[in-house]
C-alpha cells in the first residue's frame, strides 16, 4: 500500500476517533482539539506545499461530510487546504522549522476558519465565539499537535534512515 493510500486510512480512523471520542470527551469549555487539521498539517510538514493544499482539500471536503456537519458545506476544505499549503511552504524554505510551524499552524488553523466563516456569512461566528471558543480551540490544538503531527509525519515519510557511527580508527586506511 503506498504512503498517500496509507494516510488516507490513517485520517479516516482520525475522522471515527474525532467524531465518537475527542467530540465528547468533557473538556473544560466549548472546544476540543482538531485532529483532522493537526493531520493535514503533519502531512504537509512531510510532503511539502502542493500535496498539502491537495490533501488538506480532499481532507476537508471529506470531513465537511461527515456527520455532525454543523458548518457551510466545503469550509473545512478551504481551511485545510489554505493550512496545509501554508504549512507546506513554511517547511519548504525552512526545513528546521517543522516543529514551529506545526505549533504555528495549530494556532493559525482555528483563526483561518472563524475569518474565513465570517467572510462567507456563517452566522454562528460572532463574539462569543472570538472570545471563548477560538482562545479554547488555539490551547487544545497546541496540546494536541506535537503528538499527532509527529505520528503523521512518522507515517507518511517513513521510518528515519539511522546514521551508521563508524570508528575513527576503522576509518584510517592503512599503508
Do not use: K
Amino acid at each position: 500500500m503506498g504512503r498517500n493510500a496509507l494516510f488516507v486510512v490513517l485520517f479516516l480512523g482520525v475522522m471515527i476517533v474525532q467524531v465518537t471520542v475527542v467530540n465528547r470527551l468533557p473538556l473544560p469549555g466549548q472546544a476540543a482539539p482538531d485532529l483532522a487539521l493537526l493531520t493535514v498539517v503533519g502531512y504537509a510538514l512531510a510532503r511539502g506545499a502542493a500535496a498539502g493544499a491537495v490533501m488538506g482539500f480532499a481532507a476537508g471536503l471529506l470531513s465537511d461530510l461527515l456527520p455532525p456537519a454543523a458548518h457551510l458545506l466545503g469550509h473545512n476544505a478551504l481551511v485545510f487546504c489554505l493550512v496545509g499549503f501554508l504549512a507546506g511552504r513554511a517547511v519548504e524554505s525552512r526545513p528546521s522549522a517543522g516543529p514551529l510551524v506545526a505549533l504555528a499552524c495549530a494556532v493559525a488553523g482555528p483563526v483561518v476558519a472563524l475569518v474565513t466563516g465570517a467572510l462567507v456569512g456563517d452566522p454562528r461566528t460572532g463574539v462569543s465565539m472570538l472570545t471563548e471558543v477560538l482562545p479554547q480551540a488555539m490551547v487544545y490544538n497546541l496540546i494536541a499537535a506535537p503528538p499527532v503531527v509527529w505520528m503523521v509525519r512518522r507515517i507518511v515519510r517513513g521510518p528515519e534512515p539511522r546514521s551508521i557511527q563508524v570508528p575513527r580508527h576503522v576509518m584510517r586506511s592503512r599503508v
